[in-house]
């Protein structure tokens, strides 16, 4: 389940810094209005089983530092395979029409809930976020993590990592369903994206990208709906269906 909320600011030109990830984050663990299932999920050192987009602008001018809504008008896309989390975050929108972002006090212009497209043994998607893999190499005697670029281990993971998800979600030990990630590697954009939290700052390489997914349909369901790759609900791997809005 996804839906698409738009937000406005009182006045005009609103800015909006280029890594706003964490801001993001921040807001959408605000307003979990079930406060036992906010404070459940903030505190897990595993899955969250949520993801979001990147902003949408769409009256917008690139600054060096970040980017201007010329008419205050911003919108992104949050989903989930828990129904249940996706409409105790909207019932806490409708409870309170006002969000801080950055610092700044925004209003919910428009909330929408939007319908599970037709899923198939075989989609196309494109990333309205980018995906983040990363692996475990040992450099001088010492295990570091670093990001993956789109290749045949990148994929690899990209199934492990989704198999993982669906068998913690749905308490399961093992499962015969089969996915397979593949690419033809035509729109891949890197981005370097940085993630506060408190006074640490980590950096991490992502990829937007088209992205083929071959399979049990109730693996695409479950991938389109948690997102792919690592750290989903600090706005990593969110899909789409190419020429869906959301």
Excluded: C
Aim: hydrophobic residues 35%.
């Amino acid at each position: 389940m996804r839906f698409k909320i738009t937000l406005k600011s009182e006045g005009k030109n609103f800015f909006i810094p280029f890594n706003y990830n964490y801001l993001l984050s921040s807001i959408i663990y605000k307003n979990i209005s079930d406060l036992d299932l906010a404070s459940k999920l903030h505190s897990s050192k595993s899955f969250k089983f949520f993801t979001f987009s990147q902003i949408q602008v769409p009256n917008h001018r690139i600054t060096k530092k970040g980017i201007i809504s010329r008419d205050g008008v911003f919108n992104f896309f949050v989903s989930s395979p828990n129904d249940y989390l996706i409409k105790t975050m909207i019932q806490s929108y409708v409870d309170d029409s006002v969000v801080n972002f950055n610092g700044q006090n925004v209003n919910v212009d428009r909330i929408e809930l939007l319908p599970l497209p037709l899923i198939s043994d075989s989609m196309t998607f494109k990333t309205i976020s980018p995906i983040l893999v990363r692996t475990k190499r040992e450099v001088d005697g010492k295990l570091k993590i670093w990001d993956l670029e789109p290749g045949d281990k990148f994929f690899s993971n990209l199934r492990t990592n989704l198999i993982r998800k669906y068998l913690e979600f749905n308490n399961l030990e093992t499962t015969n369903k089969e996915i397979n990630f593949s690419s033809k590697m035509r729109k891949v954009k890197s981005r370097r994206i940085s993630i506060k939290t408190g006074e640490d700052i980590t950096y991490h390489r992502a990829y937007f990208m088209d992205l083929k997914l071959e399979g049990d349909p109730k693996l695409i369901e479950f991938a389109y709906n948690v997102g792919v790759g690592e750290k989903g609900s600090l706005g990593f791997g969110m899909l789409n269906i190419n020429g869906n809005e959301g």
